[in-house]
């Protein structure tokens, strides 16, 4: 923050209720800042469920929110109490590193999906002794002994060795210990003994039903980040899945594609949807209600905590009209060229031209820049035909926004602002979408005198620069997120190009080209939809059913598109409007060593801005347009 920003305490406070987005960062506002999906009575059904999405569309949130503490606090919020409670949930996240160190040619294959199955078994039941304590809190005349000796059991643990539930949970946190040993060095004299895939699982479920502490309650394992596990250990949970029955239940949270093994360990019968689980589609859930219904609460906490802000988003972020945009992106300039233009060549003409408002009538110099035709027989045109123009400019306007500012040390050649702007930006993710007004606040406090009399707001140029900004974290963290990210952010830099160029110029090409398909020989299109793939479970690309088909001769393939979280770093548009189809032999030539030639046939001869015009993000990737380097 600079000297301008004077009220540090309202900063502050936005900040910490904005910023704090993450599930798994310890956040005392969880209670209070937490917003129910509006798909949660489908993940709250008693049947497994897969609830797929990327990272930061709130899996993690919902999957936390079914655990038997937070369920609970959720009940009490509405006014209701313990014994409305119907399930109660655990939830064991896949940590990566660990899960696949089950894995070498020091143990066969069975050995390992039988020590994968036992690892997670002591994880869940670790888990489940935290309900276990917890429930003995409600309940302190149920004797839990039961509970406690069919667990060790099924476990092997000596009978000595485990008298009550604290017993059992300390014995369960050292056997997981000497597993990881054993797993490190799974060639040395260790032994570890295996409980039964799913068994203890279920004895402890049975369990505490059988012994009253669950009442009837069913248990819900909850499984976070599935994507996470090598294939066969997604083909034993899948067996767990498969065959779950009360009291036990599944629900498993997995980013798009991560499901990549539908085989359980009897090898023939495949996880079936809707026979085995519900797939629930974050993206496809009312997500602008939800996101809008979380930014709303944090505004209402942000005012009741003295800070002058609206509680309504749309209030919040300010918004800019198409004529307001226009003019702010040059339109007057624009439309004084018309005038000056027509007034050389028909004098009458440009008398009447006066009629029409600059923020409309720079529309007449895109159109001949498309080909259409001279600037002065437009002009007659649209005096004779004014519906028909203003058609055009309904049609073609949004898609004129992108031509209108282009030239050299213009800062922002597009503006992204407005509530609908920014749900569009983050796509179905409520992690971007919360990280765009957390970066705008940053911005607009940094820029402009913010005082306690000041009723605060988001200016639009906020909002664009956050969209900037964002964008560019977003693309930086390709690298290391996925296992290929280097080629994806190649890619991603490649595509981004190739629609910046197209936005700009509108000669001979239908406007906002957003989406693309993939053509090219069976080698090479398997080989870069394998990263396309990968690309959409990370957020990097979305993928969508194709619409329709462009010729008889089209692959049905999904389209794709950027992630729109990109659209403010390359300046296209976050619409989703039309497509073209990239030759896959160009995308891979991206990865290679001369992306500058790749990027020139996917342009189609398009001219490419000279270097000086380029938008300030994308000049310093000018050296890997050029030649290759990032």
Same mark, same amino acid.
């Given at each position: ?185 799974? =060639? ?5 003994? $295996?409980?039964? *895939? +799913?068994?203890?699982?279920? !004895?402890?479920? #049975? @369990? ?112 800019? =009209? ?5 003019? $702010?992106?040059? *339109? +007057?300039?624009?439309?004084? !060229?018309?005038? #000056? @233009?027509?007034?050389?060549n028909e004098e009458e003409v440009f008398e009447r031209l006066h009629q029409i408002p600059k923020e409309k009538l720079y529309f007449i110099k895109y159109w001949s820049d498309g080909g ?259």
């Open positions: 923050m600079n000297g301008n920003s004077t009220d540090v305490p309202a900063f502050g406070m936005l900040k910490q209720l904005f910023g704090d987005n993450r599930a798994e960062w310890p956040s005392e506002n969880f209670r209070e800042l937490f917003v129910t999906p509006t798909y949660i009575n489908k993940l709250e059904t008693f049947r497994p469920c897969f609830l797929v999405g990327g990272r930061g569309t709130g899996k993690t949130t919902s999957l936390q929110s079914l655990k038997y503490d937070a369920t609970l606090e959720r009940l009490q919020a509405e006014k209701m109490a313990y014994e409305d409670q119907e399930y109660l949930g655990v939830l064991v996240r896949m940590n990566k590193n660990r899960v696949r160190a089950f894995q070498g040619n020091e143990l066969s294959d069975d050995l390992w999906r039988r020590t994968f199955a036992h690892y997670f078994n002591l994880l869940v039941c670790l888990e489940l002794t935290s309900l276990t304590k917890w429930l003995i809190e409600k309940n302190s005349d149920i004797d839990p002994s039961g509970v406690v000796h069919k667990v060790a059991a099924d476990f092997g643990f000596a009978e000595d060795d485990v008298v009550d539930i604290a017993d059992l949970q300390n014995k369960l946190k050292l056997s997981i210990s000497r597993l990881q040993i054993y797993v490190n060095n799974p =060639s040395g004299e260790t032994k570890v003994i $295996l409980s039964m *895939a +799913e068994a203890p699982v279920r !004895s402890f479920a #049975e @369990e505490l039903v059988n012994s009253e502490l669950a009442g009837d309650r069913v248990i819900y394992c909850c499984i976070d980040e599935y994507e996470n596990l090598l294939d066969y250990q997604q083909a034993v949970l899948n067996t767990y899945v498969k065959h779950a029955e009360p009291p036990l239940s599944y629900k498993v949270g997995v980013r798009k594609y991560g499901l990549r093994n539908r085989q359980t360990l009897d090898g023939h019968d495949l996880l079936k949807v809707p026979d085995d689980y519900a797939e629930i589609e974050i993206a496809d859930e009312g997500f602008d209600y939800f996101a809008k219904a979380v930014a709303n609460l944090r505004l209402k906490r942000a005012s009741e905590r003295g800070v002058n802000v609206p509680t309504e988003l749309y209030e919040f972020l300010e918004d800019l =009209s198409f004529y307001e945009e226009a003019s $702010l992106l040059g *339109a +007057e300039k624009v439309a004084d !060229s018309v005038l #000056e @233009e027509v007034k050389e259409n035709g001279s600037v002065v027989d437009l002009s007659k045109n649209w005096l004779d035909n004014e519906s028909l123009w203003n058609n055009r400019l309904n049609n073609h306007g949004y898609a004129s926004l992108f031509w209108l500012s282009r030239g050299k040390g213009v800062r922002i050649h597009k503006y992204y602002c407005g509530e609908r702007v920014f749900l569009s930006l983050a796509a179905g993710n409520i992690r971007y979408f919360l990280e765009l007004i957390d970066a705008a606040i940053t911005i607009e406090f940094e820029n402009r005198e913010v005082n306690s009399r000041t009723r605060l707001s988001l200016s639009p140029k906020s909002q664009t620069l956050a969209a900037k900004e964002v964008g560019r974290r977003r693309l930086d963290q390709l690298e290391g997120l996925a296992d290929h990210g280097v080629q994806l952010k190649r890619l991603v830099l490649a595509i981004g190009k190739v629609f910046f160029e197209f936005a700009r110029s509108p000669v001979g090409r239908t406007p906002e080209v957003t989406s693309f398909t993939v053509g090219g020989s069976q080698e090479d299109r398997e080989a870069i939809l394998a990263l396309l793939s990968e690309g959409v479970g990370h957020l990097a690309f979305e993928a969508a059913p194709r619409t329709k088909a462009t010729s008889n001769f089209e692959v049905k393939d999904d389209e794709y598109r950027l992630h729109r979280i990109f659209c403010g770093f390359f300046e296209i548009s976050h619409r989703k409007k039309r497509r073209m189809t990239f030759n896959a032999n160009d995308l891979l030539g991206v990865l290679g060593e001369n992306p500058s030639a790749a990027i020139l046939r996917m342009l189609g001869g398009v001219e490419q801005s000279d270097e000086q015009e380029l938008p300030e993000q994308l000049a310093l990737f000018n050296a890997f347009y050029a030649g290759g380097e990032m």
